[in-house]
């Protein structure tokens, strides 16, 4: 290909995908920028600490956790958990299910899950292979009170649920309008007076911010509810609530003002 056929190529990606200039951008902090200057939000969300998020000491059971990847950190997991087992018959939704394990962690503490995910056509037809299809919800499946959904995150028919939710994860995917788009619909069809939102990757790390997916949240959650908003310490989520916490300006890299023990042990598991 030579290279006005990739200049031209390019152009039509960026013009049907204008997400993709954003990453092209990303290395010179051009969404850092765009935050700062709509938002005057350039350091971040204000970091809690996720044992004051969870009310106390840690002290939980993750399981099942497949050190794979794709996955959540422990922490993460540990904060769904914590969150639900602080709601009485916690309804729990999610969006992005991939191998299941969030919402079959969950699920051992909820009253009731449900977890979408795009259709087996779409994932085909983007491109994945057959065992990669086959792995989705393999963690999850065995669970009677986990409603598995098919459908794009985009267009899915949230009011036709027909109910609220009190715990949200959002893990689909993580380009920006994707997570705006994700957020609005959250807050348009599914949310409650009380209900907490979670967004996997707002970090790369627990010491960086992936600000592409900050521009999402912010753009995608009403604007009265921004100084709801929080960064999870120690994990890689973003979470609303209007429950009040504790909380600084984030700052990389951070001070260890607790460090975690942590049993690991295999368990065989057949699909």
């Known amino acids: 290909m030579n290279k006005l056929a990739k200049l031209l190529k390019a152009l039509s990606l960026i013009a049907t995908r204008p997400w ?13 920028k765009y935050i700062g200057k709509k938002y005057g939000m350039d350091k971040g969300f204000p970091e809690v600490d ?4 969870l009310g106390g000491e840690m002290d939980d059971l993750i399981s099942p956790y497949s050190f ?15 969150l639900a087992k602080g709601i009485e018959n916690c309804r729990y939704f999610e969006i992005g299910t991939w191998r299941g394990e969030s919402v079959a962690n969950v699920a051992m503490i909820a ?7 795009l259709s087996q ?9 057959e065992e990669y299809i086959r792995q989705y919800g393999v963690l999850s499946r065995q669970f009677d009170n ?12 949230y009011p036709g649920l027909n109910r609220k939710f009190d715990l949200i994860f959002i893990d689909g995917d993580h380009h920006y309008e ?12 599914l949310v409650h007076e009380d209900s907490i939102v979670v967004w996997h990757d707002y970090a790369r790390n627990p010491e960086t911010i992936r600000y ?11 604007r009265q509810y921004h100084n709801n908003l929080y960064f999870v310490s120690n994990t890689l989520c973003a979470v609303f609530s209007k429950k009040e916490w504790p909380s600084r300006t984030f700052s990389s890299p951070a001070n260890i003002n607790k460090v975690f023990n942590v049993h690991l042990r295999s368990i065989p598991f057949e699909p």
Request: glycine share 10%; aromatic share 6%; charged share 25%.
């Open 111 to 117: 009253e009731e899950c449900y977890t979408l995910n």
């Open 178 to 189: 994707m997570v705006k788009n994700d957020s609005i619909k959250v807050f348009t069809h």
């Open 68 to 82: 794979l990847d794709g996955g959540s950190l422990p922490t993460d997991l540990a904060l769904l958990r914590g």
């Open 212 to 222: 592409e997916v900050m521009a999402g949240i912010l753009d995608g959650t009403p």
């Open 146 to 157: 986990i409603v598995h959904l098919r459908g794009n995150s985009v267009d899915y028919d």
């Open 50 to 53: 996720i044992c004051d998020v």
């Open 121 to 129: 056509l779409e994932i085909r037809e983007a491109g994945y292979s």
């Open 20 to 32: 993709l200039l954003n990453n092209v951008l990303n290395d010179s902090g051009e969404w850092e």
